[in-house]
């Protein structure tokens, strides 16, 4: 083959590569002033470290393209859900990706888990399913969830001030996916040290640990989708509390996952 016809080869493949990597990567822009009110919501351009980011239509407040991305297609997802379930178009909301080095993080998850709870009892519903895949309140692994869950689990934070009255007073908070996995793995890295298991157990633990990882990244998937699906139907007319509640019970399920951790319990790694 000659050099030219290398060269050509080469700078074909690495077009196709670039084709392929565009596939399914969703437009992200952040918006600036002068952008048309009907995009922008006429929201604050920044706040708390976020700047406002556009996505097809959904607005995150981020701190860079990548993470307005991430939680951009997650509520996307999630608002779909919202139209296959009830058949209700998507409110006027904003998002906020929280991402793992964000010098608030902390502070910003306390807050928007501290909303949520009060909004939509987060933190009860939380503890209240940990306790009943038998983690207790009061044992360690109780305290680690009780600390680690403000930081996976979604909550609300105050739509900036000022916005049109069509906004939701509340947007909805996440943690970007790194974020989420991060503090999964701690989670399980707690309990298998507080399990105190050698070398062969936790060898012998690693296939049950893949399917907890699973169901645990499962169910805050379906928490998300309820509490944006929530978020988005609240206030409504037609709408009240209970309808609202059964709505996203159905999506959160929890008493499959409920099975599917007691499954993989059954059959703890034998002593060697």
């Known amino acids: 083959m000659s050099k030219a016809h290398s ?5 074909t493949i690495i077009a196709m590569l670039l084709m392929v990597s565009a596939i399914g990567c969703r437009s992200v822009d952040r918006v600036a002033e002068g952008t048309p009110e009907g995009i922008s919501g006429n929201l604050p351009l920044t706040i ?3 700047e406002l980011f556009e996505s097809e239509g959904i607005l995150v407040y981020a701190r860079d393209e990548a993470s307005a991305r991430n939680i951009a297609t997650r509520a996307e997802q ?3 859900l919202l139209r296959e379930t009830t058949g209700q178009d998507p409110s006027r909301l904003v998002y906020f990706a929280i991402d793992s080095f964000h010098p608030d993080r902390q502070a910003l998850h306390s807050r928007a888990f501290q909303n949520s709870s009060q909004q939509w009892n987060m933190k009860n519903r939380a503890i209240s399913f940990s306790g009943s895949q038998g983690v207790r ?5 109780g305290n680690k969830m009780e600390d680690s869950l403000p930081r996976i689990l979604p909550g609300l934070l105050e739509t900036p001030e000022p916005h049109p009255e069509s906004f939701k007073k509340y947007g ?3 943690a970007t996916s790194d974020g989420v996995k991060s503090g999964i793995n701690e989670l399980i890295d707690f309990g298998i040290e507080s399990a105190q298991l050698n070398t062969l157990q936790r ?3 690693a296939p049950i640990i893949v399917i907890v990882r699973k169901v645990l ?4 998937a379906r928490v998300e989708d309820a509490l944006i699906v929530g978020t988005h139907l609240r206030g409504r007319a037609g709408w009240d509390e209970d ?7 159905e999506i959160l399920d929890l008493e499959s996952f409920g099975e599917q951790f007691r499954s993989s319990n059954q059959s703890p790694p034998p002593s060697p």
């Open 243 to 249: 309808k609202i509640q059964a709505v996203m019970t």
């Open 172 to 174: 909805v908070a996440m």
């Open 48 to 50: 708390e470290g976020f």
């Open 7 to 11: 060269l050509l080869f080469y700078q």
């Open 217 to 220: 990244i499962d169910v805050l």
């Open 137 to 141: 309140k009061d044992s360690e692994m």
């Open 78 to 80: 999630a608002e779909s």
């Open 203 to 205: 060898i012998l633990a």
